[in-house]
């Protein structure tokens, strides 16, 4: 059933109420500046990027944007937890349920985060301005304290809990983090195929979970 649907008492389906005209505007003109944001990222990169570039391309004032966002660090920030939402969800969905084996499972999640973020037009631009120099979008999609990195370890925190729910919080807190971390260090200086890194990755962050029953790197 719909998120947006709730069961009345009497077992009626009901729609919930519409936005207000000041809320549904405010959601259009936040969309309008993040597709505006979005498109010159991609045009230009970040670096290149004013607030009144943004303004202008979204046709509402430079005063509605610092409002909306508070600084230009907010809009990026925004720009690409929008951007990623979509992306982690096929991550969530390639682990949960995912294939029986879990050497497989996690190789096959790597490898979908290492080959579609190359899909994703804003990601791909600032992956290809980090591998030239440095680009200010880069560390909301590494830094340990952004929610992007926050939500890629809690997913996959979450399937090793389903997966080796016998072992220590500690060792999987462990192995979630060296999977996130070696993941996007790949993602922005790849050292192999996608194929080969998901494969090599698995097999050591499940290293220290498997111990010697470790899958082989093959399998």
Sequence with gaps: MATDRQRSTNGLVREDPPDSPRIAWRKQMRASILDAAHELTCEAGWDEVSL????????????????????????????VIRE???????????????LPDSHACLEAAIRYVLEEAHTQPLIRAVI?????????????????????FDAGQYLVREWL???YS???????????????????S??????????????????????????????????
């Design 166 to 184: 016998e072992q220590p919080t500690e060792n999987r807190e462990m192995a979630a983090d060296i999977i996130v971390r070696m993941t996007i």
């Design 84 to 98: 990623t939402q979509q992306f982690l969800a096929g991550v969530a969905d390639t682990l949960h349920p995912g």
């Design 186 to 219: 790949h993602l922005i200086l790849p050292a192999a195929e996608p194929h080969v890194t998901a494969r090599r990755l698995a097999t050591a962050a499940l290293k220290p979970l498997h111990g010697r029953n470790r899958p082989p790197a093959g399998s």
């Design 161 to 163: 809990s389903t997966r």
């Design 52 to 79: 009144t570039a943004v303004a202008a391309r979204a046709q509402v004032s430079r005063p509605s944007v610092y409002k909306e966002f508070g600084n230009r660090a907010g809009l990026g920030r925004a720009l």
């Design 128 to 148: 290809a301005a980090a591998r030239h120099g440095s680009d200010s979008l880069l560390p909301y999609l590494t830094a340990r304290t952004d929610p992007i």
